[in-house]
């Protein structure tokens, strides 16, 4: 059973360090990855989508690398922003099956200090 | 494009009735839609999946008789909380895809659900 851990649980920094939140699976079986941002009591904004054949995407101040071998992913942030503070989930789907199911980490909740 | 929306955005309602959220493909037709749930500080957790027209698959330890999904069709699925209770208060939230299972998914904003 695929099951998706995210560290640290919470984050607190002040405005403009960069910073890493990780994730990291136990089945390496994946076909995809996928970083999202959820704003508390909202729904999830898609952030960045990795393949399993890729090794990093980046989209703007956002960069996110999968090693699958090793069951791992990092969402690198630099020079962060109050406007960053959200909580930031990753998901993995797997490999195979009849349905393309997400199966969602733990979270990590940001507080970016302005 | 690809937005998803839900109705309603929250819902308070008495112990033992009956709710229902719809989640909308406003820009596209979804062959498959997904239920989430998400208690406080916690992840989601996916209930069942559906497909146009066909009965939706639950996920283990979800209640079919409890949550009725109804998929009926390509731009429309409701979630139906039946003989609701407290402990069924939560964020449910919907994601649609185009059709395949490679496709990506698209996530409505969510529906808050408190049971009194």
């Known amino acids: 059973k695929q099951e998706v851990t995210q560290i640290p649980a919470a984050l607190s920094v002040p405005e403009g360090e960069n910073l890493v939140l990780n994730c990291s699976f136990t089945?390496?079986?994946?076909?995809?990855l996928q970083w999202f941002r959820q704003d508390p009591g909202k729904g999830l904004t898609s952030l960045l989508l990795i393949q399993s054949s890729q090794r990093e995407q980046t989209s703007g101040r956002l960069n996110a690398s999968l090693d699958k071998s090793s069951g791992r992913s990092t969402l690198y942030i630099a020079a962060s922003q109050p406007g960053d503070s959200a909580t930031y989930l990753c998901a993995v789907r797997r490999y195979g099956g009849a349905t393309n199911k997400l199966i969602f980490g733990t979270g990590t909740l940001l507080a970016v200090q302005p | 494009g690809a937005v998803v929306s839900q109705h309603p955005s929250w819902v308070i309602c008495k112990s033992g009735t009956s709710v229902k959220i719809e989640c909308r493909s406003l820009?596209?037709?979804?062959?498959?839609m997904f239920w989430y749930r998400q208690f406080p500080k916690q992840s989601l957790m996916l209930m069942a999946t559906?497909?146009?027209?066909?009965?939706?698959?639950?996920e283990q330890g979800v209640e079919k008789d409890k949550f009725l999904i109804n998929h009926a069709s390509l731009t429309l699925s409701t979630l139906t909380v039946t003989s609701a209770h407290p402990e069924d208060s939560s964020f449910y939230i919907c994601?649609?895809?185009?059709?395949?299972?490679?496709?990506?998914?698209?996530f409505g904003p969510g529906t808050r659900l408190t049971v009194l």
């Open positions: 089945d390496s079986a994946i076909y995809n």
């Open positions: 559906s497909n146009e027209g066909s009965k939706a698959t639950y």
């Open positions: 994601s649609a895809s185009i059709g395949g299972w490679t496709d990506t998914q698209y």
């Open positions: 820009d596209f037709q979804a062959t498959t």
